[in-house]
């Protein structure tokens, strides 16, 4: 089943990746909750089936995003009441694209239900407590984690205690309390840190300073590459002083209008998807 699977999950994994990037502030998002999920699950002793179904559906939760305009999808301030209710529909859209899929079985259910709270009070279906996928509660609380401790156009990341306090207070409403305590045992312990605030292992997200955090960078760019912020299109060169941590230089440069357009990372795409099919059995 898992090489069966594997390019089916490359498209998937693909279209996340540049539904992602359609706006610059989520760069990352993806791949930071499919990381937070995976630490969660291998923290809980749960099944190794378990940590693929939530590595693949951490990546993919967003999917159904596709539906939603850019004028809803970027709007730069909080959304209206309206807005919000197009954006609220993501989950369940996400759920059937995947109809008659090789992963439908393995992430629908997670995908449609991410965003249902413990209580019932959330979303498409006001699912409650243990009727709430196991996996879907996992990504829920770390979706919700992520979205608070990364910058919006609105709005700065939230400082990490603020977010965790945040967490806490949702025990059992919001929050499936264990996943939830176990998200803030992980945090306070530091164990997230190679996560928060990055695009990839080793990648911390890199600002603009016209824009903010929106400058891509790949684990595949070397020293003296050049980058762009997908803004303003200002030009930035890769550096890592002494072989120590990425950062970029602006070089006073303009990219052509066509750095506007973001390019999928194939090589984290392809590592993502053969760890995760690793944990599933042959």
């Known amino acids: 089943m898992p090489v069966q699977m594997k390019q089916e999950l490359v498209g998937l994994f693909t279209m996340a990746a540049m539904i ?81 899929h090789p992963v439908e079985s393995l992430v629908a259910d997670v995908i449609r239900h991410h965003h249902e709270h413990f209580d019932g009070t959330g979303y498409p279906d006001g699912l409650a407590g243990q009727n709430i996928p196991l996996a879907a509660r996992i990504v829920g609380v770390c979706d919700a984690f992520d979205a608070m401790t990364s910058t919006r156009p609105w709005r700065k990341a939230m400082p990490l205690d603020k977010v965790l306090g945040i967490i806490e207070a949702g025990y059992g409403t919001q929050f499936d309390q264990d996943f939830a305590e176990r998200l803030v045992r992980l945090a306070r312990g530091g164990d997230l840190s190679h996560i928060l605030g990055h695009s990839d292992l080793g990648v911390p997200i890199q600002n603009c300073p016209n824009c903010g955090p929106c400058v891509t960078v790949f684990r595949t760019h070397r020293a003296g590459d050049k980058v762009y912020c997908r803004m303003c299109a200002n030009e930035f060169e890769v550096q890592y002083p002494n072989g120590g941590t990425l950062r970029t230089v602006p070089t006073g440069g303009k990219g052509r209008p066509s750095v506007a357009v973001a390019e999928p990372d194939a090589e984290l795409i392809s590592r993502l998807i053969l760890d995760a099919l690793g944990h599933l059995p042959h």
């Open 20 to 100: 992602e990037a359609r706006d610059p502030f989520t760069v990352g998002h993806a791949w930071r909750v499919s990381r937070y999920c995976r630490l969660i699950a291998e923290n809980s002793v749960q099944s190794e089936a378990l940590i693929a179904q939530v590595s693949i559906a951490g990546f993919l939760h967003d999917l159904g995003k596709i539906g939603i305009s850019d004028a809803v999808l970027t709007r730069p301030e909080h959304l209206i009441e309206s807005e919000y209710e197009i954006v609220k529909e993501h989950s369940a859209v996400g759920a059937r694209l995947l109809a008659g």
